[in-house]
């Protein structure tokens, strides 16, 4: 009985423990890619001159898909893909939420590279009385990286204990 009360317990708190790592490592990550949008932000009139050129040697730096976006939705440059093949991104969660608060978040499926990628887009300062888009954007996978190690280190301490807890019971 005791053994089943404490299997019960670890995977209550395993569960509490797995939910806060998941938010707390996609926080960190938006707030990684928040801070290289600041950075990139000075070098953002630069994309509209150069375009996919400029977007992929950033890309390298940022270590990140780097996408520029017309209020419009138009794709000015971007990293990955010719801009100029691109959809219209104006429906896009992260991109419609920057144009509205400023800055915009989601994760979600890239029907462009064809995988998940979690996407940060900030509003840039009007470049030519236009507004641009700067988003960036990882692979989930990067992200999921950190969480695995995180579940694996609970699931061999919670055996360990369980084991522990057993024979003391």
Request: proline fraction near 2%; avoid cysteine; charged fraction near 25%.
């Amino acid at each position: 009985t005791i053994a089943v009360l404490i299997a019960f317990s670890l995977g209550l708190v395993g569960v509490y423990l797995e939910r806060r790592e998941r938010a707390a490592l996609v926080d960190q990550a938006i707030a990684r890619l928040e801070a290289q949008a600041s950075l990139l932000s000075l070098e953002v009139t630069t994309s509209i001159s150069e375009g996919d050129a400029w977007a992929r040697r950033v890309s390298t730096r940022a270590k990140a898909r780097v996408t520029v976006i017309a209020a419009d939705g138009r794709v000015v440059a971007d990293s990955d893909e010719p801009s100029s093949h691109m959809e219209n991104h104006a429906d896009r969660p992260e991109v419609a939420a920057a144009l509205a608060e400023g800055t915009g978040h989601a994760v979600r499926f890239s029907r462009t590279v064809h995988r998940d990628l979690m996407y940060f887009a900030q509003v840039m300062p009007e470049v030519d009385g236009r507004r641009l888009v700067l988003r960036l954007a990882i692979p989930v996978g990067d992200v999921a990286h950190g969480f695995r190690q995180f579940r694996r280190d609970f699931l061999v301490i919670a055996l360990i204990s369980l084991a522990l807890a057993g024979g003391i019971a």
